[in-house]
């Protein structure tokens, strides 16, 4: 249910939701705090991507307290990463980068007891990615250079080279729709 929820989000988010929904209760019935988590996030990806900032707000508040009840620290890093997104995407830079910084702290954290995998790499180019839209909607170039250099240069550490293709011409194709 949870994979079926991720496979619809962004075709249809209201179908993604009703996956999580479900998904969520079986969790919950079985005290899976870390599935329940996922659903949560899952949840806020579906309303955010139909639109409503609050509702994906309050889902990704609640999943980064269960994330953080059982100390998973990179999956709170997604969500404070997808706070800060959402944040971004009603222009409130300031805060995108409060919340986008907690993710890469938490990242860090994480690295330091764990061997980055493609995945890893993946989430840490978000975060450099996001770190650098923000800056240069704050029109602070320099940092925004920093910070896009940087996603450039974690995207070459992704070791499946067709997995690192995808995923640079996804982040170019988010850029466009982002560029100011």
């Known amino acids: 249910l949870n994979l079926l929820s991720r496979y619809y989000y962004l075709s249809y988010p209201d179908s993604g939701i009703i996956f999580a929904q479900r998904a969520y209760e079986i ?11 996922v659903c949560l996030r899952r949840m806020g990806d579906d309303y ?17 307290r269960a994330f953080e ?22 222009q409130d830079y300031k805060n995108s980068l409060i919340y986008t910084y907690r993710a890469k702290k938490q990242l860090d954290t994480y690295g330091l007891t ?14 450099f990615l996001n ?3 923000d800056y240069l909607y704050l ?11 940087l996603c450039n240069e974690t995207i070459k550490k992704i070791t499946n080279s067709a997995d690192a ?6 982040l170019k194709l988010d850029m466009g729709r982002t560029a100011v």
């Open 27 to 37: 969790a919950q019935k079985n005290s899976w705090v870390n599935a329940q988590a």
């Open 48 to 64: 955010g991507n139909l639109g409503d900032y609050v509702k994906s707000m309050r889902y990704y508040f609640k999943a980064l």
């Open 69 to 90: 009840s059982v100390n998973d620290l990179f999956g709170a890093q997604t969500v404070n990463n997808n706070i800060g997104s959402t944040y971004a995407q009603g």
């Open 114 to 127: 764990h061997k980055f995998s493609d995945v890893e790499y993946r989430s840490e180019s978000i975060i």
């Open 131 to 133: 770190l650098g839209e």
């Open 139 to 149: 029109k602070k170039v320099d940092s925004a250079a920093y910070y896009l250099n």
């Open 165 to 170: 293709g995808e995923f640079m011409a996804n």
